[in-house]
C-alpha cells in the first residue's frame, strides 16, 4: 500500500488501531452509481452507509436535470442522456472541490498491473473472471474477496491538468463509476482533488474520519465538502469563536442546500447561506441518513427580502440562537446592516427598544421597529418532491420520488395542520408554518 493510500485511509476511515473497519463497513461502501429501475433519474442506496456521497450527488444531478437540461419531461430520461447527467454531475462536484482551480485534477481508477495481477491469481476459482481487461474494474471479485486491504493495493491516482481532460476521463470512466467500487473511488478522487492537507485544515478534528469505522455514515465534513467545496464541519454561517478556537462555517451561499432534523431539536443552527441555496434543492439529514427535498419553483429561492437579510444578520450577533443579544452589541447589527449608526441615534434606540433596561434586544423588536415589512414572494403552495435511495425506505420497496404539495402559511392555522412528521418538523427549520399533502398514503422517511 503506497503511503498515498495510507493518507486517504487515514483521512477516511480513521487512524487503524485493533481491527480496524469493519468488513461489514466496508462492504456497505462498495456501491456504484446505479440508477432506479421504476425511476430513470434516482440513484439507488443499497445499505446504510454512503448516502453522504449518494445523496449529494443526486441533489447536483436533480440540479441538472430539472434546470440544466432541455428534456421537458425530467422523469423520463435514456440511457445515453443518464451517461451525460451523471458524468456532469460527477465533473462538476470535482471542479467545486478543486482548492485552486489553476491546479490539476486526481481521478482514483485501478492500477491496470495490480488488477490483472489479481485477476490472475483468482482465474482458477473464478474462471469468469479470465475475460476482463486490464482497463476494466476487477468485478469478478466480491467486495468480501477483495477486502479493505486488498482493494487499497490495486487503486492508483491519475492527474489531470485541464477542466476538459477531467471532465473527458470521467466521461471515459463511466462504467467504473457504475460498477462495484465507483462510490468509493470518486470520493478519493474529491478528496485528493481538494488535497489532504487542504481538508484536515478545514476539520474541525483532524483525528475525526470521514466515515465512522464503527457505524458507517459520513462525517458533516464530508456532506460540507461535496455540497460546497469545503471539509468544513460547522453548518453555521461564517467563522465563530469559542474559548479562543476558531470555528470554521459555511462562507458562501451554497448552489444545493442543507436542511437538518438535529436542528428541531435543537441540537445544531444551519445558516443562511445553506439554508437558503441557489437552487430549490436540499439535503435533509435525520440521525441516521441523508435524503433530498426539491422543487421546480425558483420562487422558494429569491433572493432575500430586507427583513430576511435582517434576521439573518441579527443571528450572527446571537451565536447561541437566544433570540436577544446584549445591548453593546446594537451599534454593530445597525452598521453591518447599513442603517444610522451615530451613537447618539443608537442611545435613543436602546431605550426605545429596552424600555424595562434589561440590557437585551429582542430580535422580534428590531425586526418590527426597523423592518415592519415582511411580505414574503413565495406562493402560498407549490409542489414539492422527496427522494431516499433505500429500497426500504420507499413505498413496496421501489426508489422513486414521492410527489406532494406544501403549503406555506404565515401563521400557525389548526384548520389546516396536517401532520407532525419527522420530514415536516426538518422542514419547518426553513419554513415554520409549512404544511405538507403527499400523494401517498404515508408520509416519505427521512430514514
Known amino acids: 500500500m503506497s503511503a498515498l493510500n495510507k493518507e486517504v485511509i487515514d483521512l477516511v476511515w480513521g487512524r487503524r488501531t485493533g481491527n480496524g473497519v469493519s468488513d461489514t463497513v466496508f462492504c456497505r461502501w462498495t456501491q456504484g452509481f446505479v440508477f432506479s429501475e421504476t425511476e430513470p433519474t434516482a440513484l439507488e442506496q443499497f445499505q446504510g452507509g454512503p448516502c453522504a456521497v449518494i445523496a449529494a450527488v443526486q441533489a447536483f444531478l436533480l440540479k441538472n436535470v430539472l434546470f440544466n437540461c432541455e428534456n421537458s419531461n425530467w422523469r423520463e430520461c435514456s440511457e445515453e442522456e443518464r451517461k451525460a447527467v451523471l458524468c456532469n454531475t460527477l465533473s462538476e462536484i470535482l471542479e467545486t472541490a478543486c482548492f485552486n482551480k489553476s491546479e490539476s485534477y486526481s481521478l482514483v481508477t485501478w492500477s491496470k498491473e495490480k488488477v490483472s495481477e489479481d485477476n490472475a491469481s483468482i482465474s482458477d476459482s473464478h474462471p469468469e473472471s479470465s475475460h476482463h481487461t486490464m482497463d476494466e474494474e476487477p468485478s469478478a471479485l466480491a467486495a468480501e474477496e477483495l477486502g479493505f486491504e486488498r482493494f487499497h493495493t490495486i487503486i492508483h491516482k491519475r492527474t489531470l491538468k485541464t477542466v476538459g481532460e477531467m471532465k473527458e476521463a470521467i466521461l471515459d470512466l463511466y462504467d467504473t463509476w457504475r460498477n462495484k467500487f465507483g462510490v468509493l473511488l470518486f470520493l478519493y478522487s474529491v478528496i485528493l482533488t481538494k488535497g489532504i492537507g487542504n481538508v484536515k485544515n478545514e476539520i474541525e478534528d483532524s483525528a475525526e474520519p470521514l466515515i465512522d469505522p464503527v457505524y458507517g455514515h459520513g462525517s458533516q465534513s ?13 453548518v453555521w454561517d461564517g467563522d465563530r469563536e469559542c474559548s479562543g478556537m476558531k470555528l470554521q462555517g459555511i462562507h458562501n ?6 436542511l ?12 443562511s447561506f445553506l439554508k437558503s441555496p441557489k437552487l430549490p434543492i436540499w439535503i435533509l439529514g ?7 427535498f426539491f422543487a421546480k419553483e425558483m420562487l422558494l429561492v429569491a433572493p432575500e427580502s430586507p427583513s430576511e437579510q435582517a434576521r439573518r444578520v441579527f443571528q450572527t450577533f446571537d451565536p447561541e440562537d437566544n433570540g436577544f443579544i446584549p445591548d453593546t452589541l446594537l451599534e454593530d447589527v445597525m452598521k453591518a446592516l447599513d442603517l444610522v449608526s451615530e451613537p447618539e441615534y443608537v442611545n435613543l434606540m436602546k431605550s426605545k427598544l429596552d424600555p424595562e433596561g ?12 426597523f423592518f415592519p415589512d415582511k411580505n414574503s414572494v413565495i406562493p402560498d403552495s407549490f409542489p414539492v418532491y422527496h427522494y431516499n435511495g ?7 420497496e421501489k426508489v422513486m420520488y414521492v410527489e406532494g404539495t406544501a403549503l406555506v402559511l404565515g401563521f400557525e392555522d389548526p384548520m389546516v395542520r396536517t401532520d407532525d412528521t419527522p420530514i415536516k418538523r426538518c422542514l419547518q427549520t426553513k419554513w415554520p408554518y409549512i404544511e405538507l399533502l403527499w400523494t401517498t398514503d404515508r408520509s416519505p422517511s427521512l430514514n
Do not use: D, P
Open 358 to 369: 434589561l440590557g437585551i434586544i429582542l430580535l422580534g423588536t428590531f425586526l418590527q421597529e
Open 260 to 271: 437538518t432534523l438535529m436542528e428541531s431539536l435543537r441540537y445544531c443552527k444551519v445558516g
Open 390 to 396: 433505500l429500497k426500504q425506505s420507499n413505498h413496496n
Open 253 to 258: 451561499q451554497a448552489t444545493v442546500g442543507f
Open 286 to 292: 435525520s440521525e441516521t441518513h441523508l435524503t433530498v
Open 222 to 234: 464530508l456532506t460540507n465538502l461535496l455540497l460546497t467545496g469545503y471539509a468544513v464541519s460547522n
